[in-house]
C-alpha cells in the first residue's frame, strides 16, 4: 500500500489547517494580529495553522468571522469533522464504555451490501459467540482502564451482527490461522467459538478463508480491516481506529483483500484448519 491510514488522517488535518492560513494571508492578518481579534493567546492561531492543534467548530468560526471569510465556514467544519472522525482513539470512543460506539454502527452494517474482512489476531466481531465476545471485550476494558459496560456491549455486538443471517448482505472473510489458536476465553467455550465458523461457513451469503500458517506469503499479515462496499474502510489498530474514505486507499485495501485471499484455503481445507485447532483443545 502507498501510504498508511494514519498519513492519510494526518494529512486531512494539514489540509484543514493549510487553508485556515490562506484565509489568514488572504485577508492580510498576521497569526498575531488573528489571535487579537478573536480573543486568543497569541500562540493559538500559531498552533492551529500549524496543525499542531485541531481546531474546534468555534475556533473556526472566530477565524473566518475575524478574516471577513463566512462563506467558508460550513466547508471548512466539515471538513475539519471528517478529518477528526478518520482517527478515533479507541480511549476517547470507549470514555463511557463500548456499547455505544456497538450501536452507532449499526445503520453502516444494514446499508453495506458487500463485507469484507480481514483479521490477523481475533475472530471478527460479527462471528463471535457471545462467550468470546466478552473475552474479548474484558481484556479490552482492563487494557484501557474505561468503564466496565462489558455486558451490555455483548448484548449489542451480538444485536449488531445479527446481519451476517438477515437481509441481502455478502461477507468475504479472511482469517490467518493463527487466530484459530489465540484463547481470549476458556477452552471450552474456544471449541463453540470455532464450531461458529463451522456453521457460518454453511450459510450462502459467507465464503470464510483461512490464511495457513506456512503459506508462501505474496503479503505480509497487516492490520485488521474491515471493508463496507468499496465507499469506505475500518482499519483497527493498538489504540485507535482509522476510517479511511479516500478512493485511491480504498482500492489499495481492496487489492490487498485479493491478494490476501490468493493465500488463503477454503471449502473442505478450511474446515480442516478448523478442526485441527478444535482437536487441540481435547
Known sequence: MSSSPLSSAQAARAAVAARLQGIMRDAGLTGVELA?????????????????????????????TACGAEDQIAD?????????????????????????????????YQRTSVFRVYS??????????????????RSITEFQG??????????????????????HHRFALLLEETVLYHHVCSD???????????????????????????????????EAFYAFDEAQVAVETLTAEIN??????VRSYLKAFVGLSGMAVHGSKARACITRA???LG
Open 36 to 64: 487579537a481579534l478573536c480573543g486568543w493567546h497569541k500562540s493559538k492561531s500559531s498552533r492551529l495553522a500549524r496543525g499542531r492543534t485541531p481546531p474546534s467548530d468555534a475556533d473556526i468560526r472566530s477565524w473566518c
Open 76 to 108: 471548512l467544519i466539515a471538513a475539519s469533522r471528517n478529518a477528526e472522525s478518520m482517527y478515533v482513539e479507541w480511549k476517547q470512543a470507549h470514555r463511557d464504555g463500548m456499547r455505544r460506539v456497538h450501536e452507532q454502527t449499526v445503520p453502516l
Open 120 to 137: 490477523s489476531s481475533l475472530v471478527p466481531g460479527m462471528l463471535q459467540t457471545a462467550e468470546y465476545a466478552t473475552g474479548v471485550l
Open 146 to 167: 474505561t468503564p466496565d459496560d462489558v455486558t451490555e456491549a455483548v448484548a449489542a455486538r451480538l444485536n449488531r451482527s445479527r446481519v451476517i443471517r438477515e437481509g
Open 188 to 222: 471450552t467455550a474456544m471449541v463453540a467459538q470455532l464450531d461458529r465458523l463451522l456453521q457460518v461457513m454453511a450459510q450462502p451469503n459467507v465464503a470464510l478463508g483461512i490464511i495457513p500458517f506456512r503459506t508462501r506469503r505474496t503479503i505480509w499479515p497487516v
Open 244 to 249: 479511511v474514505h479516500s478512493p485511491t486507499e
Open 278 to 280: 478444535i482437536d487441540t
